[in-house]
């Protein structure tokens, strides 16, 4: 059974970057797409991109300057950074599977609430 | 970019059919997937390729899609189906998600 976890600081401060990693388990790093998707309390769902097996990355378009996406082989982990947060940050994040060419978000992380504050 | 637009809410009654749309420029040369959401859960895989079930999906939940429309039916409505659902579809391999449809079973 594939299993994604979501870890990391829930309160970040303006103007600092908020990491988070994802451990998965019960599939190989080494295969699929990884996503980072997030949820502001009460909206709706936003895409933040994903890192392929070979290391390619594709960010939203809206974000793609302050967002880093990365694997670990190693711990069977990927990691978003996003840079220069403000409180429009504020969100549960989700991490996710990509299956196939269809990039099919399969299996999801439980997620995992940030909030920017001072 | 690109939009895909849902109604914020739809309303049946148990046992009847609900159809929630999701719409955008020529969204029937995408696949499209559906996502359930409960309240405090992560969302789930309910539709993909714009008509397949996941395994442990029930039969009742179906989609299609024309050219700029894609839908998620649910015959048979069950109090458990009451959720937000959004669609997705990838363009130019950037995701792209729906505002969300509130679905209430009353």
């Known amino acids: 059974q594939v299993h994604l976890q979501e870890s990391g600081p829930g309160l970040v401060k303006p103007s600092e970057t908020l990491s988070l990693t994802c451990t998965v388990s019960?599939?190989?790093?080494?295969?699929?797409?990884w996503s980072w998707i997030r949820q502001p309390p009460g909206k709706g769902l936003e895409w933040i991109g994903y890192?392929?097996?070979?290391?390619?990355?594709n960010y939203n378009p809206s974000l793609t300057s302050r967002v880093t996406i990365s694997l670990d082989t190693s711990k069977n982990q990927f990691s978003l950074k996003l840079n220069s947060v403000t409180a429009a940050d504020t969100a549960v994040y989700y991490c996710?599977?990509?299956?196939?060419?269809?990039?099919?978000?399969?299996?999801w992380g439980q997620g995992t609430l940030v909030t920017v504050s001072s | 970019s690109y939009e895909l637009t849902q109604p914020p809410s739809v309303s049946v009654s148990p046992g009847q059919t609900a159809s929630i749309t999701c719409s955008a420029d020529k969204l029937g040369d995408k696949y499209v997937c559906w996502y359930q959401q409960k309240p405090g859960q992560s969302p789930v895989l309910v539709i993909y390729?714009?008509?397949k079930r996941p395994s442990g999906i029930p039969e009742r939940f179906s989609g299609s899609t024309s050219a700029s429309t894609a839908t998620l039916t649910i015959s048979g409505t069950q109090a458990m189906d009451e959720a937000d659902y959004y669609c997705q579809a990838w363009d130019s391999r950037t995701g792209v998600f729906g505002g969300g449809t509130k679905l209430t079973v009353l």
């Open positions: 390729q714009d008509n």
């Open positions: 996710a599977r990509g299956l196939g060419v269809a990039l099919v978000l399969d299996y």
């Open positions: 019960g599939a190989s790093i080494n295969t699929y797409y």
């Open positions: 890192v392929f097996y070979t290391g390619i990355t």
